[in-house]
């Protein structure tokens, strides 16, 4: 830090410029990343910036700096940036004097001049910037390190002037590394034959510990433990929250994510599967579970919400959980502006959500569209579901395109005049061009239209649907379904006769309705449900030819049943008729290999219908030929749409080199080689499963706004490292992460460091925190005995207090598990996201409504409320007392030096062990001397169950 | 390090956890005891530079007491008297009222609902005041009504959220999260921000309307209860006496001292000091909410029965947490959702009976405060989530059997009370037939700034980082305002 007292403090530009010259006898290199870009984020973006550009002035792009001539490179005193933060004129000086009084500190001015006068270069921020492979330093102790990450650890503290802690006592590195990996602690028995093993290989301390990590990765509860941590990011809960907060049947995906760790599934297939498995070639039961991650979004079903809105909010979370899960980048800003600090522009935003807004779902209660997982839960029986599916859809397209085709290639269609409207409810009219339209009134679900016109020879009838609006930026408007169509020709004699509909060909299909159903009696039929995304049309193939005598008119009955949330009707409000007498019609439907085809799509409806199981939600991609347009929302408001916007990714960064992308090219670009950020955001959130801080501590941010890396280096060796030596296999890392003599330090902290370092930032100790929510469960359930080995299946309902749900327009109970899921691992736990299991909250976990990048460990009354009185832990103490009294000519003493053994790992110190078993013998006596205790009462285990307790309840018990 | 990284990494740490922790005697971690102590954190912290100085005014009031009417209550058959309407009443909407609309339910053209009940002009003030709150209209005069309240949220979760979060999406801290924060509590052996509610469900946001959203989850709102344990996990097992649980804490106590001088690590000792409080607060919450001791005049005031899961109980109950200094109270009654699909909602029929419930409780807890003198430092408001239309439901575009009307954001009344608000008067207006706010509309973001502003408190100033800004409970993407007109 240099500044000089003989600076004037109304100094001239020329004569700061050769002031800095001076005081530098070589003058420092300036980085733009780290010194200047602070700066203008901290002095000039909020007015000169991606939300505000005053005077079309930006500071976050460097072309719109550049061509405002502001800056002249390498020539401060011509340049008028520097001019104006030193002028003393307060009309120029920047930023505003009566805004901000204090101008630019000399150090700040200084380090502009110098940034300009060294040529103004402008690299972008640090994360933006693809990692490249960092020399590993050297270190003057070549022993301490293990792997080549100590290197850039000590390399560190050996700058610091400090030395790393000696290693931890191997009970200590066992209970760390059995929680960080497989989120357990050991078991008696593990610690025990681990202890032998230290010692029967004392030479060799490494080959013991490295047998520990083996056994530990190829545990099964392995993928239980990351699990937790993805299924935070996932949002993954099984409900549908909001409002009505109703069941989901989600839990296939946890199951997906816990096997995709336990096989050690590359980062980069696992991302794929999750964001566009459905769009694999013939995609498997997996495959299509995994798209689950993205269909964790809620759904809104409370009574009359507009389900374009909450589509709508959905594929803005899907975009925002993108980009904070891959990118650690706050993207979400950008859907109202351009980002206030990053190089985002608003309208990138919207071609982002163009790769991600061209699914099926809808905000349907039913979480349409879904897969339905058997019952039996039989894997094969779901692998032919998935099939029998793919037939279904692949066949019902055929056939419909062939009615396309012909639809669209038919010359002699010709527009049919109304002549005649009327309705059971509201008003219709016929209008100048003429289609029939709704002028007023109010029509229920359940109206019908009947229309009347003059007969003539037809082989095939085509409705349009069309929206009221002709601006399709309007579109989509609420829902327009015909749900029944009924034709009948009337003759000049008074007679009628029904004109029979064979077949219907929609102009593409999508959503959960078939077309076909506006021949039936039900609910469905054709149409835009629950929005209409522009005009539709379909054709009502006759039977037979229409050849009517004169003066007949064809009678038109439209019954309307659809209604959306709300009981809202969504009738037609606009629509117009045509017809076509080509014979090729009746050829189409009456082919006898259509006639074959249609029977076996009937048969594989039927074999579908039959299915008996329970609707896991899914991606679905709409197809191009109808994809849904996307366009930017002004001022990200979703009603007030402005322009198309073409799919692409922000130009600051690598390149999508593909014309209109979709979700599997998005899932390449976040895993390609040159994506500067994918690895860093792993490798740091890893990093701070096992650390406790990321080198990264915004996790979720590594924008110019995050917190700067405490380790670049290390943290881009990790990156490379992961990506390149290990191909995105997670095990491996962590392998050689939990070996490392950073990691095995002992979490010691000794007052002067503590002064120095008090988050072990610099990792000069090992790392000492608090078990997560989960673990605290889970560390109950071990040292009871107890713990449920199952791994998998529905959520259960371990026991909750009474009256925590209270959910409204829900009869869903909390009906607590009386067998062994009482006691089954954390994370099998129901989680509804409106009303979370409480003691999970009291322990820092979300509620998982949206994705959850980060939590923060607190240290609470409450959560000795949970460990001392939650009947679950009580129960577990219990179990834990009795479990440990159960060995013959014991006493109390072996049995408490026991339970420590099980729950710490450690052995009782003298002091300890005398006030433990001071507790037993008090609290034994209390029991003895009350006066109502019956004669039955096991005083030993009572007392023992209070000091089991106690035990769990230890600082020592509660961080690892 | 450079310094600008340096000053980057203070702001963010100071945010997330480390400025509360700078002056805490055991260091790292005590973010609960910080919470308890927050004015001598911040004074002492050595950061204290780039922390604002809190509160940032002289505060109005020192606590707030929320009522919240889940399920939005009918300002038309409550507070905003339109005598225009009752000659409307059974003709047809016009066209205007209905085009650029959404509705929840009402669809085609529905038919104009006159006001239910009978309207009079109460007290020196001259506040309209229906028949349905005959114990509130002797208290009419202690409040300030603000009648232009309108929203952009026409369904209940996100209308609560908005009211409550400031932003209609999920994710974000509640109100009290925020008071708490920037605040602080008083009192160390109860939690800061307390959460009561009655009428048989949670609100439709769920416990998202008390959540921490973004910051540290020691902000949330605590669910408490006036029947059953009133904090979770209060009472001590069936087997554990008193004397027990503090020989146990003391052993635990002991150890973890030992651990301390073993491993250095202060959360250990903030651990100790969290089982001490747990310990506190096990005698002071169960004190707390013992309605027993309260004496009879006071029971019939409220209309309370000690036991009973009610609006009456958690009113009584919020005055004794603020006599115990909580700094924020949370109460949801929920059903009023006056829809008219079923009797114990429809106007002419359950909307009464939620009348009941609340006219006596609410108008108590006024009377009470402001005897003991309470009422000039303590907040208290009233509302629900949005208003309802001046048209009459007709869901599946049938007239239906009872009376209801259809969700309206266009406007809304919330009354103040207490808390340096002035008493007797009126804010804004809506137009004839109480369908959109027409004269100064105050939107929850305004709402959220005048609240904090009396706390003393600057909106603007009250932030916290995420997603790449400096996040505030009036919504950094939407205007806001102090509404001054409201401050005595």
């Known amino acids: 830090m240099v500044s000089s007292p003989n600076l004037n403090r109304c100094f001239v530009v020329a004569f700061l410029v050769s002031s800095v010259t001076r005081l530098y006898a070589e003058p420092e290199r300036v980085d733009f990343s780290s010194q200047i870009r602070p700066l203008l984020n901290k002095h000039c973006t909020s007015c000169h910036g991606g939300v505000k550009q005053a ?220 964001l566009a498995g459905d769009l694999l070639p013939e995609p498997t039961a997996d495959d299509l579970i995994a798209t689950l991650f993205h269909r964790n979004t809620q759904t809104n079903d409370e009574g009359g919400t507009d389900d374009e809105e909450f589509r709508v909010a959905a594929v803005i979370d899907r975009i925002n959980t993108t980009w904070t899960v891959w990118m650690g980048t706050t993207f979400g800003c950008v859907q109202c502006h351009s980002h206030p600090y990053d190089p985002f522009r608003h309208e990138e935003f919207y071609q982002f959500m163009a790769m991600l807004n061209n699914t099926a779902d809808h905000d349907l209660s039913n979480d349409y569209p879904t897969l339905t997982y058997p019952e039996n839960k039989d894997k094969q029986e779901l692998e032919s579901t998935v099939a029998l599916t793919r037939e279904h859809k692949a066949l019902r397209e055929q056939l419909n395109r062939e009615g396309v085709a012909l639809a669209e290639g038919c010359a002699d269609w010709t527009k049919l005049f109304p002549t005649e409207v009327s309705s059971s409810h509201g008003e219709l009219e016929i209008t100048d061009d003429h289609l029939v339209r709704v002028v007023g009134g109010t029509i229920p679900a359940n109206s019908r239209y009947f229309v009347k016109t003059t007969a003539t020879e037809l082989r095939a009838l085509r409705v349009e649907i069309l929206p009221e609006s002709d601006d399709p930026a309007k579109w989509p408007e609420r829902g327009s379904v015909l749900s029944q169509i009924k034709l009948t020709l009337e003759l000049a004699d008074g007679t009628s006769q029904p004109v029979e509909i064979h077949d219907v060909i929609a102009d593409y299909l999508a959503g959960p309705f078939d077309p076909k159903d506006s021949l039936q009696e039900n609910h469905q039929g054709f149409g835009g449900y629950p ?68 029977e076996e799509l009937q048969s594989l409806a039927a074999s579908l219908q039959q299915l008996k199981g329970t609707p896991i939600p899914i991606m679905q991609t709409r197809s191009r030929d109808y994809s849904r347009p996307t366009r930017t929302f002004i001022r990200g408001n979703w009603q007030t749409r402005g322009d198309l916007v073409v799919a692409g990714v922000p130009e600051t960064l690598h390149e999508l080199d593909l014309a209109n992308p979709g979700r599997t090219e998005l899932a390449e670009w976040l895993v390609a080689d040159d994506n500067p950020l994918t690895a860093r955001v792993l490798v740091n959130r890893i990093w701070s499963e096992l650390f406790g801080i990321g080198l990264v501590e915004t996790l979720e941010d590594f924008g110019s706004t995050g917190t700067p890396p405490s380790h670049p280096a290390l943290l881009d060796h990790l990156a490379v490292q992961l990506q390149q030596e290990h191909t995105w296999h997670i095990k491996p890392f ?172 450690n052995q009782l110190t003298n002091t300890t062990v005398t006030e433990l078993v001071a507790l037993f013998e008090a609290t034994r006596s209390e029991y003895e001397k009350a006066v109502d205790s019956e004669a039955e009462t096991d005083h030993d285990r009572a007392a023992m169950t209070v000091v089991a307790s106690a035990i769990l309840n230890l600082d020592e018990a509660l961080v690892k | 390090m450079n310094l600008e990284p340096q000053e980057q990494l203070q702001h963010l740490a100071g945010v997330t956890r480390r400025h509360f922790l700078g002056s805490c005697p055991t260091g790292l971690g005590a973010l609960w005891l910080a919470l308890q102590n927050r004015q001598q954190a911040v004074a002492s912290a050595p950061s204290a530079a780039s922390v604002p100085t809190i509160p940032h005014f002289r505060p109005k009031a020192k606590r707030v007491i929320f009522l919240h009417m889940a399920g939005a209550p009918s300002q038309l058959e409550l ?53 349905r709150l005959p114990h ?182 919020a005055r004794r947490l603020v006599e115990r200094d909580v700094r924020f109270i949370q109460l949801f009654h929920w059903g009023w959702d006056s829809h008219g699909a079923g009797a114990n909602e429809a106007l002419n029929a359950g909307f009464s009976d939620r009348c009941r419930e609340v006219d006596r409780p609410m108008t108590a807890l006024l009377t009470d405060l402001k005897q003991r003198g309470l009422l000039d430092e303590t907040l208290v408001i009233w509302g629900g989530e949005f208003g309802r239309t001046p048209m009459r439901e007709n869901r599946n575009g049938v007239e239906m059997k009872l009376i209801g009307r259809d969700h309206n954001p266009g406007a809304f009344t919330i009354w103040l009370a207490g808390g340096g608000m002035k008493s007797g008067f009126t804010y804004g207006q809506t137009d004839e037939v109480g369908y959109e706010a027409v004269e100064n509309p105050v939107t929850p973001h305004d709402f959220h700034a005048t609240m904090l502003r009396a706390l003393g408190l600057d909106h603007k100033r009250l932030t916290y980082p995420f997603q790449g800004l400096n996040q505030r409970l009036s919504n950094v993407t939407k205007p806001s305002r102090v509404v001054e007109a409201v401050f005595a």
Request: with cysteine; aromatic share 10%.
């Open chain 2, 136 to 317: 509130f209209r002797s208290v009419a005069d202690e409040v300030c009504f603000i009648k232009s309240m309108k929203t952009d949220q026409f369904n209940h979760a996100p209308a609560q959220l908005l009211l409550h979060t400031g932003n209609p999406n999920l994710g974000y801290p509640s109100f009290g999260s925020w008071v708490t924060y920037g605040l602080g509590s008083d009192n160390q052996n109860l939690p800061g921000f307390i959460v009561l509610i009655s009428g048989g469900h949670t609100p439709s946001a769920g416990k998202s309307a008390w959540g921490s959203g973004f910051v540290p989850s020691v902000y949330q709102g605590v669910q408490c209860r006036s029947k059953g344990e009133p904090v979770l996990y209060l009472s001590n097992p069936k087997a554990v006496t008193p004397t027990i649980r503090r020989r146990m804490l003391d052993s635990i106590k002991k150890i973890n001292q030992e651990t301390y001088d073993a491993k250095g690590d202060p959360e250990t000792l903030t651990r100790i000091s969290q089982y001490e409080m747990a310990f506190r607060m096990q005698t002071s919450a169960t004190e707390a909410f013992d309605l027993k001791d309260e004496p009879q005049h006071i029971h019939e005031l409220y209309g309370t029965q000690p036991g009973k899961d009610s609006f009456a109980n958690n009113c009584l109950l």
């Open chain 1, 55 to 274: 005077s079309d002035l930006s500071f976050i792009y460097e072309q719109q700096v550049l061509d405002s001539g502001i800056i002249e490179p390498g020539n401060p005193q011509e340049s008028e940036l520097l001019h104006r933060i030193t002028t003393t004129d307060p009309d120029l000086r920047m930023p505003p004097v009566e805004e901000h009084p204090e101008p630019l500190s000399r150090r700040e001015v200084e380090l502009i001049t110098l940034w300009i006068e060294q040529g103004a270069e402008w690299d972008g921020h640090w994360a933006f910037r693809k990692p490249a492979p960092p020399d590993v330093p050297d270190v003057n102790d070549t022993l301490w390190s293990n792997t080549a990450l100590d290197r850039f650890v000590l390399a560190k503290l050996e700058n610091e002037g400090l030395r790393p802690t000696d290693e931890s006592e191997p009970t200590e590195w066992l209970r760390r590394v059995s929680f960080d990996l497989i989120g357990l602690p050991p078991t008696e028995q593990e610690l025990l034959s681990f202890l032998d093993a230290c010692e029967s290989n004392s030479d060799n301390r490494l080959a013991t510990y490295q047998a520990e990590v083996d056994r530990l990765l190829v545990s099964p509860h392995f993928g239980e433990r990351w699990a937790s941590m993805w299924l935070d990011l996932a949002r993954y809960a099984d409900s549908q929250g909001y409002e009505k907060d109703n069941h989901r049947h989600a839990w296939p995906f946890r199951d997906w994510v816990i096997a995709a760790f336990n096989a050690d599934m590359p980062f980069d297939e696992f991302t794929l599967k999750q």
């Open chain 1, 531 to 598: 929005k209409l995304h522009g005009p539709r049309w379909a054709v009502f193939v006759l039977k037979q030819p229409l050849a009517p005598p004169a003066g007949a008119v064809l009678s038109l009955e439209l019954h309307q049943k659809a209604s959306t949330s709300g009981g809202q009707s969504i009738h037609l409000r606009r629509f117009g008729l045509t017809s076509s007498a080509d014979p090729a019609w009746s050829s189409l439907v009456a082919a006898e290999d259509r006639g074959v085809r249609q």
């Open chain 1, 734 to 905: 962590l392998r050689d992460l939990v070996l490392s003599s950073t990691y095995r330090q002992a979490n010691r902290i000794t007052p002067e460091l503590l002064e120095r370092d008090p988050r072990n930032r610099l990792l000069a100790r090992g790392p000492r925190t608090r078990l997560t929510a989960e673990m605290v469960r889970d560390q109950a359930l071990v040292t009871a005995g107890k713990l449920s080995p199952k791994i998998g299946g529905p959520s259960v309902m371990p026991p909750q207090p009474e009256g925590v749900w209270q959910a409204v327009y829900s009869g869903a109970k909390w009906k607590a598990a009386t067998d062994a899921d009482r006691y089954r691992r954390a994370l099998y736990t129901y989680w509804r996201r409106t009303s979370p299991y409480p003691s999970f909250m009291t322990f820092d976990s979300p509620s998982r409504e949206v994705c959850s990048p980060r939590r923060i460990a607190t240290n609470t009354p409450l959560q000795a409320l949970v460990t001392l009185n939650d009947p679950v832990y009580v129960e577990l103490s219990e179990h834990l007392a009795v479990r440990v009294m159960d060995r013959a000519d014991s006493l109390p003493e072996d049995w408490i030096r026991e339970a420590y053994l099980i729950v710490t790992q």
């Open chain 2, 79 to 131: 507070f905003d008297f339109k005598p225009e309407l009752q000659k409307l009443d059974g003709q047809p909407c016009p066209q205007s009222f209905l085009e650029g609309k959404r509705f929840a339910f009402i669809q085609g053209v529905p038919f104009m609902l006159a006001p239910q009940f009978d309207f009079k002009q109460v007290g020196e003030s001259g506040q309209w005041v229906s028949d």
